[in-house]
């Protein structure tokens, strides 16, 4: 499989594998610091032009989507074996209910342990995400989410239990056993230096990390390419098991703090109107596909997908080679 071909194996709400090269031509992809603060399924990461870079640093803090990566990234063979189950809606039920039972004990322990992951827990998770309709669905394991049925039919901001049986073949039930473990290998070879972070997303924004701060600067380890993908203000509590209604807004005060420093190049996402952003930031406006609410055709969010760029950024119409030389 290769380097372009890398995916998630599990559909993810807010995903943006459709504008990874639009993102890669503002960065450049021998930018040797990449930070990827809300990486979900890291659709950017794993679209990387080339490869992998020197340093390279993912976060999610929804535990689950960081145990995903850190566990496909120790023991991938372990997380295959676990999510290649057939689609059966009581085993939905059953799982979440599970996972959810032991939730609390998980979080701690991903927060508490860099060292700590569980690959069946990654490989169920897997399978619930390609399996029920929606978003996230350990949101849609709680007795709450069960009257929702009506996402059968939009799907948006959906998190009913129902196998999405429009989608069999859909992320890891798609391929036979052989094809998964070859898929889960392939990110395992991607993933072996990344640093996967789970926490809030300021946690990987600091000097230490970013290199804005430390030595890593002088040691060539300058740009640093921040992709900052936070919930949209509008999407709150529609698809992720965490987050809030103002995280959109401190990323971006963040953004527009950091923007002019030429050490940043730094992308922002959200829907148009979103942001205001400083002089000297330039806006890209791309159209989303996929995912059930996008079938609605009254909804107009796919239209309004808008990223802004910083002033540090590469110019992304400019034809130049993608292996660009650092100044
Ligand atoms: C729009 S999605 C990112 C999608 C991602 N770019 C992709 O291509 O799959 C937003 C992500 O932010 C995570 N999130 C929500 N609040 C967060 C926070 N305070 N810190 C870090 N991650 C957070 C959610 O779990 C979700 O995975």
Redesign the pocket.
């Known amino acids: 499989m290769s380097s372009r071909d890398l995916k998630a194996p599990f559909p ?6 459709r504008v990874a090269d639009v993102v890669w031509r503002a960065f450049g992809a021998s930018v040797p610091n990449y930070v990827e ?8 990461l794993l679209r990387r032009p080339g490869g992998p870079g020197k340093i390279e640093t993912i ?4 535990c689950d ?1 960081a145990n995903f990566w850190r566990a496909t990234s120790r023991d991938p063979e372990a997380v295959a074996r676990a999510c290649d189950w057939p689609v059966n809606e009581a085993d939905l039920h059953a799982m979440g209910n599970k996972m959810l039972a032991g939730l609390e004990e998980h979080r701690a322990r991903m927060h508490g342990d860099p060292e700590y992951f569980d690959s069946e827990r990654a490989g169920w998770w897997c399978w619930g995400q390609c399996t029920a309709i929606g978003g996230n669905w350990m949101t849609a394991s709680g007795s709450k989410a069960l009257p929702r049925l009506c996402g059968w039919v939009t799907g948006n901001g959906v998190h009913a239990s129902l196998p999405a049986l429009g989608h069999s073949g859909r992320g890891i039930h798609s391929p036979e056993r052989s094809e998964l473990v070859e898929w889960f290998d392939a990110l395992r070879s991607r993933l072996r230096r990344v640093r996967v972070a789970c ?3 300021s946690r990987v924004l600091s000097g230490a990390v970013t290199g804005s701060s430390n030595s890593l600067k002088n040691m060539g380890m300058s740009p640093c390419a921040v992709f900052l ?3 949209y203000g509008s999407d709150h509590k529609a698809s ?5 209604q103002t ?1 959109h807004a401190e990323a971006r005060d963040w953004a527009a703090e950091h923007g002019n420093d030429p050490h940043f190049r730094i992308a922002l ?1 959200g829907y148009e109107g979103e942001h205001e952003l400083p002089d000297g930031w330039t806006c890209h406006a791309w159209k989303a596909t996929g995912g059930h609410g996008n079938r609605n055709a009254s909804n107009k969010n796919p239209h309004r997908e808008r990223i802004w760029f910083s002033p540090h950024c590469l110019p992304i119409h400019e034809q130049r080679s993608l292996f660009e030389v650092q100044p």
């Not at 603060?37 to 950017?44: Q, R, T």
């Not at 976060?59 to 929804?62: A, F, G, H, K, Q």
């Open positions: 993810w709400f807010g995903g943006k594998s603060p809300f990486c979900g399924s890291a659709a950017v976060n999610d803090l929804d989507v926490g809030d997303w993908d936070p919930e992720y098991a965490e987050g809030s995280v996402c």
